[in-house]
Each structure stands twice: as C-alpha cells, then as structure tokens.
C-alpha cells in the first residue's frame, strides 16, 4: 500500500485514491510522468478542481 499525505497533513492510500478519480483526467496526468505518487495526488487535485469545478475529496478529507 501506498500512502500518500493530503492537502490537510493526514495519510491516506494512494491506490483507494487512485480508484476514484476520473480515468480520462488520470491517463492525461500519467502521460506527463510524475515523479511521485505525492506529485501526481497532488496534480490531480488540482485539475480535477478545475475540470469538475469541485474538489477531489480525497485531497481535502472529504466523505469518499
């Protein structure tokens, strides 16, 4: 299991993250080759907030 840090400082697993996003948005990110599983949670956020106009939950601790 891989864990990763979201916006708030807490762990959570990468992969039951992973499970969650959108398959589109997370094939173009992995396209670009992140470094790390940290930097690509992280961009991921971020996009997602801006395609979706929402917040990924589980960046910032939400019900997922």
């Keep these: 299991m891989t864990t990763v840090t979201d916006i708030n400082g807490r762990s959570i697993n990468f992969d039951a993250a992973v499970n969650l996003m959108d398959d589109d948005l997370r094939e173009e990110l992995h396209a670009q080759g992140m470094e790390t599983e940290q930097a690509f949670l992280e961009a991921y956020a971020a996009e ?17």
């Excluded at 917040?55 to 910032?60: C, I, L, S, Y």
Aim: no cysteine; glycine share 12%; aromatic share 24%.
């Design 48 to 64: 997602h907030e801006k395609r979706f106009n929402e917040a990924f939950a589980p960046w910032v601790g939400g019900a997922w």
